[in-house]
T-cell receptor, first 114, second 112 residues
Framework: SQTIHQWPATLVQPVGSPLSLECTVE??????LYWYRQAAGRGLQLLFY??????ISSEVPQNLSASRPQDRQFILSSKKLLLSDSGFYLC?????????????FGDGTRLSIL | KQEVTQIPAALSVPEGENLVLNCSFT??????LQWFRQDPGKGLTSLLL?????REQTSGRLNASLDKSSGRSTLYIAASQPGDSATYLC???????????FGKGTLLTVNP
């Protein structure tokens, strides 16, 4: 069966520090991968998605970037964190077998910026 | 721009009650609609996915319906249990874009 792992589970970082969140998927090949952010009082917002190695699409201009160095690895990064980057970051995956495939989510990373 | 609204924002019911959660969306040109549950501090668990050509999907005590023309979906939970307590989110996928647009969720509390 397929599993998705995110780490760390929680992170406290000072303003201006760099960020690297990692997500890996097991049990499937060539998945679509997604990064979402869930901010307090707001719905989930898609940040990036990837349909293959090195292929990244950005949905919202921001202080963050994403990379996919391997088929089942998706990384969310920032060079300098802002207070507004605080939130709950979720990674998700779906198969590429047709359009009507559900997205499956990891357990998330709670990011607090001080 | 697609907007998804979930009503009510919070719901508290006694154990054993049947209940309905509502989701509405502004643009009916959707590929599918997905219902999720989110436990506090956790990620999302996919419950049901309804394709645009379908009217409903069932899984155990859960039944989701879709009326695409009116921009509405409902999630029916039968014989609710305390373990059903969570935030329920709906999300729509529009066209060939991979993006899911989420509602803000309904916080469900089932009291024993």
């Amino acid at each position: 069966s397929q599993t998705i792992h995110q780490w760390p589970a929680t992170l406290v970082q000072p303003v201006g520090s760099p960020l690297s969140l990692e997500c890996t998927v097991e049990g499937t090949s060539n998945p679509n991968l997604y990064w979402y952010r869930q901010a307090a009082g707001r719905g989930l917002q898609l940040l990036f998605y990837s349909v293959g190695i090195g292929q990244i699409s950005s949905e919202v201009p921001q202080n963050l970037s994403a990379s996919r160095p391997q088929d089942r690895q998706f990384i969310l990064s920032s060079k300098k964190l802002l207070l507004s980057d605080s939130g709950f970051y979720l990674c998700a995956w779906s198969t590429t077998a047709g359009w009507n495939q559900p997205q499956h989510f990891g357990d998330g990373t709670r990011l607090s910026i001080l | 721009k697609q907007e998804v609204t979930q009503i009510p924002a919070a719901l508290s019911v006694p154990e054993g009650e049947n209940l309905v959660l509502n989701c509405s969306f502004t643009d009916s040109a959707i590929y599918n609609l997905q219902w999720f549950r989110q436990d506090p501090g956790k990620g999302l668990t996919s419950l049901l996915l309804i394709q645009s050509s379908q009217r409903e999907q069932t899984s155990g005590r859960l039944n989701a319906s879709l009326d695409k023309s009116s921009g509405r979906s409902t999630l029916y939970i039968a014989a609710s249990q305390p373990g059903d307590s969570a935030t329920y989110l709906c999300a729509v996928r529009r066209g060939s874009n991979y993006k899911l647009t989420f509602g803000k969720g309904t916080l469900l509390t089932v009291n024993p």
